[in-house]
């Protein structure tokens, strides 16, 4: 079974085009899923019934595992037999009738203008990282990109100039996100005076004498990447959500800090201050406006509330 888990991965890679990120949470999903029926003594995928998948949601259901995890695990789990039924390795998919749990969408974390500008304002620019995370900070407010894409975020991508960004999302689709004019600011003073430092470090003096006796054509080090780590690679998923949550915790936020806030508390912003859905889904790359739609009702809440504030009977 593992190796068929294999061939589809590979086959969502190569034929569908789908990010790696996207192939890892599949893997995961469908480790999750062959691991339930092995203990369960089933060792051939012909011998899966609906009611194997069925018992397998419940089961994830009573671990605790939230609404949003099973819908997508059942996801993986319809691509999975799909597949082995179109490829012919199986003659029946099994998940074909099984109806998908009640999505409830729970109202996204977001953060407040003071909140956003608290945050912002916590890198210490006067040294060569803190220039380079006001950047990435002001970057993922500006744009509302995810994590992800930031950190794969290239140099040739960011036109200054303009004032906009090309940002390869979920699927490989490319959208243009432009840029406030506070991002652009911070992404020139990183770009002038922390990235090449990143980029080719001078440790000491010692080292800088050695560098200087170093041939003019000998080729420094470069990257791609716009936002670096230390070490001149590109910056990690890891290293930049530790990076959010430490300034978070100097600005003593006390909402729980989840990697896409900042994106969530961008599309709300916009929303709340007259941007249409249509341009918000746009610049957050949601293929199915329906996805946008959730930010809306954070709006309707906002307005509930200084509806009860200020009418004179609420």
Avoid at 56 to 81: P, Y
Avoid at 153 to 160: I, R
Avoid at 171 to 182: A, C, D, F, M, S
Avoid at 260 to 274: C, D, M, P
């Amino acid at each position: 079974m593992k190796e068929l888990i294999t061939t589809f991965l590979d086959y969502l890679s190569v034929e569908r085009g789908l990010s790696s990120n996207t192939i890892v949470s599949y893997r995961k999903d469908l480790e999750f899923y062959i691991d339930f029926l092995t203990r369960r003594h089933i060792d051939n995928l012909s011998k899966i019934t609906k009611n194997d998948i069925t018992n397998f949601m419940l089961a994830q259901k009573d671990k605790g595992i939230s609404t949003n995890s099973v819908v997508r695990r059942l996801a993986a789990i319809r691509m999975f037999h799909r597949f082995l039924a179109r490829e012919k390795i199986l003659k029946n998919d099994p998940s074909d009738l099984i109806d998908s749990p009640k999505l409830w969408k729970k109202i996204p974390d977001t953060l407040s203008l003071n909140e956003v500008n608290a945050l912002l304002a916590q890198p210490d620019i006067r040294n060569k990282q803190g220039l380079r995370d006001k950047a990435i900070l002001e970057t993922l407010y500006a744009t509302g990109m995810r994590v992800s894409e930031a950190v794969n975020l290239k140099v040739d991508s960011v036109n200054l100039d303009i004032g906009f960004l090309r940002c390869i999302g979920k699927g490989n689709k490319e959208r243009i996100i432009p840029l406030g004019t506070k991002a652009i600011s911070s992404i020139k003073k990183y770009l002038e005076a922390s990235r090449p430092h990143l980029l080719n470090p001078v440790r000491n003096t010692k080292a800088l004498q050695r560098q200087d006796k170093i041939s003019n054509g000998v080729k420094k080090k470069e990257s791609e990447f716009l936002f670096l780590n230390r070490f001149g690679k590109k910056i990690s998923r890891q290293s930049l959500w530790k990076l959010v949550k430490k300034y978070a915790n100097q600005a003593r936020i006390k909402k729980p800090m989840r990697p896409h806030i900042l994106r969530h508390s961008f599309a709300t912003h916009l929303l709340e201050r007259g941007a249409d859905l249509r341009s918000v889904q746009e610049m957050l790359g949601h293929s199915n406006i329906s996805t946008t739609q959730i930010y809306t009702h954070i709006n309707k809440d906002r307005l509930k509330t200084i509806h009860r504030m200020f009418h004179p009977r609420p």
